[in-house]
């Protein structure tokens, strides 16, 4: 059976996939095809990432976006991201997902590799051999910017503006490997 993306429902679904919502795994519960194995998990890791995808009636998913349809009984649009609140892609319990713009996906990042202070949003600035802690955040149209003579102070300045914003308590962390 082939079906697009337009088409595929949480019904389709559930004849052939059981989902557990504490492990976040999909488990084929009747064969589609002869590569399919009754009683084992759905799909393959994708290369150098921690996500899943899933080849179903002819397409291929994201796991995490057919888990979506799977409970909700709606697959997100592309503009709509669902969120791994832990950061971890692998992941797919559905305490840890949820259905978000781009705006606030962009507030529940994992902190950068190259990032050398451990906090977002705080850096280092050194002008005519004065060094200072530059705390700075852009969320839409708001951009707030302030040097600190401290760290601890560009740090928790950082922190409030997080707070005042809406940023997820998660924001910044390092993604778990």
Aim: glycine share 6%; with cysteine.
């Amino acid at each position: 059976m082939l079906l697009s993306k337009s088409q595929i429902t949480r019904e389709h679904l559930r004849e052939y996939l059981d989902y557990n919502p504490d492990t976040g795994h999909l488990t084929w519960i009747k064969k589609l095809s002869r590569k399919v194995v009754v009683g084992s998990r759905a799909g393959c890791l994708v290369r150098n990432r921690d996500s899943r995808i899933i080849k179903i009636f002819g397409e291929v998913y994201a796991e995490h976006r057919i888990i979506w349809l799977y409970v909700t009984g709606y697959y997100p649009q592309r503009h709509e991201h669902i969120d791994h609140i832990d950061h971890r892609e692998d992941n797919n319990s559905w305490s840890n997902l949820r259905l978000v713009s781009q705006a606030e996906n962009n507030k529940n990042l994992s902190r950068r590799s190259t990032n050398t202070l451990g906090c977002t949003g705080v850096w280092i600035s050194k002008v005519n051999g004065n060094k200072k802690f530059i705390a700075e955040i852009t969320s839409g149209e708001v951009k707030r910017r302030a040097s600190f003579y401290t760290q601890e102070e560009a740090v928790a300045q950082r922190k409030q503006w997080e707070r005042e914003l809406g940023f997820h308590t998660n924001h910044g962390i390092v993604k778990p490997i």
